[in-house]
């Protein structure tokens, strides 16, 4: 893991409990939670058109640089999706249009560094500003002063 980046995993929020904070592990710990998910080959447009794509149909990664989304999966049904964001060089657009996707397909984002188990997108912006990463965020004021103020409009 590079200092730069902000780690985590995804799941669907179906299948976490209400009262679960932590969810330990890597990612393949918890592959049995995507099994009945039925909006793959949306998720996968979805991520195809926020950042390039290049690997086989099993383990499709995209991104460029540092920041990448790596879906990994088995028979068609997903096993997990991991994603690594560059705070060097990400801007706001980016993250937002990520957020909004979690957001669409009720996924949770549970952070690599904190074990946050974060269920909302103001949850993740909150968790990401608290992040080690979080320091390498060019002009960090104004970036994360943006985020609050669409998190606190509702923007995302």
Partial sequence: MAVYQYQGFLLP???IQADQQSLAGDPEDHAGRWRGFESIAALRSEFDLLL???????????????????????????????????????DK?????????????????????????CRSA?????????????????????????LERCRSRGEF
């Fill in 13 to 15: 929020n179906a299948t």
């Fill in 122 to 146: 103001s949850e993740i912006v909150g968790d990401l500003c608290k992040s080690s990463a979080a320091r390498f965020v060019q002009n960090p004021k104004g970036f994360f002063a943006d």
């Fill in 52 to 90: 390039p794509t290049s690997g086989s149909e099993a383990s499709r990664s995209r991104g460029h640089d540092d920041t990448d989304i790596t879906m990994e999966s088995n028979a068609g049904e997903i096993e997990s999706v991991f994603v690594r964001i560059d705070l060097r060089s990400v």
């Fill in 93 to 117: 657009g980016w993250i937002s249009a990520m957020l909004t996707v979690i957001d669409r397909y009720e996924l949770i984002w549970v952070s690599w560094e904190s074990g946050c188990v």
